[in-house]
T-cell receptor, first 118, second 113 residues
Framework: GAVVSQHPSRVICKSGTSVKIECRSL??????MFWYRQFPKQSLMLMAT?????????EQGVEKDKFLINHASLTLSTLTVTSAHPEDSSFYIC??????????????FGPGTRLTVL | GDSVTQMEGPVTLSEEAFLTINCTYT??????LFWYVQYPGEGLQLLLK?????DKGSNKGFEATYRKETTSFHLEKGSVQVSDSAVYFC????????????FGSGTRLSIRP
């Protein structure tokens, strides 16, 4: 099946710094990618929808100035956590439906990035 | 809004045991239902899905039936293997937006040889 990669797989940073997480579709193009956040023993929560060539769409309660999303190409979306704080520590997961997939039901997920803010 | 509730884990079984992981949902419309699996160190993978009431999704020996009357989509397998050890997520496509998937909290399954 289609492969989505994330980099880095885990990152530890100091409070106040910014961290960039990359999501790449390796063997297919994706005009849309999704960013999720998962707290321990909790559901994946959709944070935002990344759209190639246009602004991201954020879910209610997600600060767009804190979680900057850039969909630079048809195979790359980045999530930057700005001025990170310990409460931002979480597991961040991206997903992508192949270009042309209408319902987005067939999403392919990355392995996730574990962010720890000290 | 729509939501998914699934059995809390971890669940530990012996090889060849029967598996059931319960999942119930709340939705205002007619969502599609999914089971995703996450093997250690890998991304989530779609295991099976059902798009309408009474549909049965099946894959790799796993089955789940879309039960509208009980709003359930329980995952079953007759004889589990060590290789089935993973985290299983029940999910639905949001009634208001086909692009949004709502996940349950996940159930960690461990199979003993």
């Amino acid at each position: 099946g289609a492969v989505v990669s994330q980099h880095p797989s885990r990152v530890i940073c100091k409070s106040g710094t910014s961290v960039k997480i990359e999501c790449r579709s390796l063997d297919f193009q994706a005009t849309t990618m999704f960013w999720y956040r998962q707290f321990p023993k909790q559901s994946l929560m959709l944070m935002a929808t990344s759209n190639e060539g246009s602004k991201a769409t954020y879910e209610q309660g997600v600060e767009k100035d804190k979680f900057l999303i850039n969909h630079a190409s048809l195979t790359l979306s980045t999530l930057t956590v700005t001025s990170a704080h310990p409460e931002d520590s979480s597991f961040y997961i991206c997903s992508a439906p192949p270009k042309g997939e209408r319902s987005y039901n067939e999403q392919f997920f990355g392995p996730g990035t574990r962010l720890t803010v000290l | 809004g729509d939501s998914v509730t699934q059995m809390e884990g971890p669940v530990t079984l012996s090889e060849e045991a029967f598996l059931t992981i319960n999942c119930t949902y709340t939705a205002t419309g007619y969502p599609s239902l999914f089971w995703y699996v996450q093997y250690p160190g890998e991304g989530l993978q779609l295991l099976l899905k059902a798009t309408k009431a009474d549909d049965k999704g099946s894959n790799k020996g796993f089955e789940a039936t879309y039960r509208k009357e009980t709003t359930s989509f329980h995952l079953e397998k007759g004889s589990v293997q060590v290789s089935d050890s993973a985290v299983y997520f029940c999910a639905l496509s949001d009634s208001s937006s086909a692009s949004k998937i709502i996940f349950g909290s996940g159930t960690r399954l461990s199979i003993r040889p």
